[in-house]
């Protein structure tokens, strides 16, 4: 299986910043890469796919970059409504695997 | 639009199973990926398993390898997923979910709202 492994754990940002979240692979995905954002209580909702495809409806200051087993996921100016955990998600081979997540306090 | 609506909260006795159902309308059924992901109290997202209903076929993650069920029934556009020898550390929130996209790999997009089964003596 592949282990995703999402760095940091917990970040704490003011609104404004520029925020970047790491997700690494223990295998090469070829960029088969999926970010979520899961608010408190609610379902979490697809930011990103293969990668660097915004899902349609996400706001532009959500971005994703990398390939191979590396990516990051950057929200470029932070806003309130950012409070939430990011979730990635491998789509590259079955059984697929989440990162564990890395919360996000504004 | 696609929807996924879940079958209601459950509370089990341990080793006991539960059979959590998930409708979906809106869209074809049969065609998409339905996957299941649990979350238990203050944890982070599990992947638990896949169904394609038009084909039958099944993945399902290690940690519940004969443990856990999926199933459709392409008459209803209605997936189940049934674990069994329940215990304490299954309490936590079911998610069913449907994949963007018939064109593989595609991520999942689509999440019905969550069933929440306890299992608690």
């Known amino acids: 299986d592949i282990q995703l492994t999402q760095s940091p754990s917990f970040l704490s940002a003011s609104v404004g910043d520029r925020v970047t979240i790491t997700c690494r692979a223990s295998q090469v995905t070829n960029n088969y890469l999926a970010w979520y954002q899961q608010k408190p209580g609610k379902a979490p909702k697809l930011l990103i796919y293969h990668a660097s495809t915004l899902q349609t409806g996400v706001p532009s200051r959500f971005s994703g970059s990398g390939s191979g087993a590396e990516f990051t996921l950057t929200i470029g100016s932070l806003q309130p409504e950012d409070l939430a955990t990011y979730y990635c998600l491998q789509l590259a081979t079955y059984p697929r695997t989440f990162g564990q997540g890395t919360k996000v306090e504004v | ?121």
């Open chain 2, 1 to 121: 639009q696609v929807q996924l609506v879940q079958s209601g909260a459950e509370v089990k006795k341990p080793g006991s199973s539960v059979k959590v159902s998930c409708k979906a309308s809106g869209g074809s059924f049969n065609s998409y990926t339905i996957t299941w992901v649990r979350q238990a109290p203050g944890q982070g997202l599990e992947w638990m398993g896949r169904i394609v209903p038009i084909l039958g076929l099944t993945n399902y993650a290690q940690n519940f390898q004969g443990r856990v069920t999926i199933t459709a029934d392409k008459s209803t556009s209605t997936a189940y997923m049934e674990l069994s020898s329940l215990r304490s550390e299954d309490t936590a929130i079911y998610y069913c979910a449907r994949d963007l996209d018939v064109v593989v790999p595609s991520p999942i997009a689509y999440w019905g709202q969550g069933t929440l089964v306890t299992v608690s003596s």
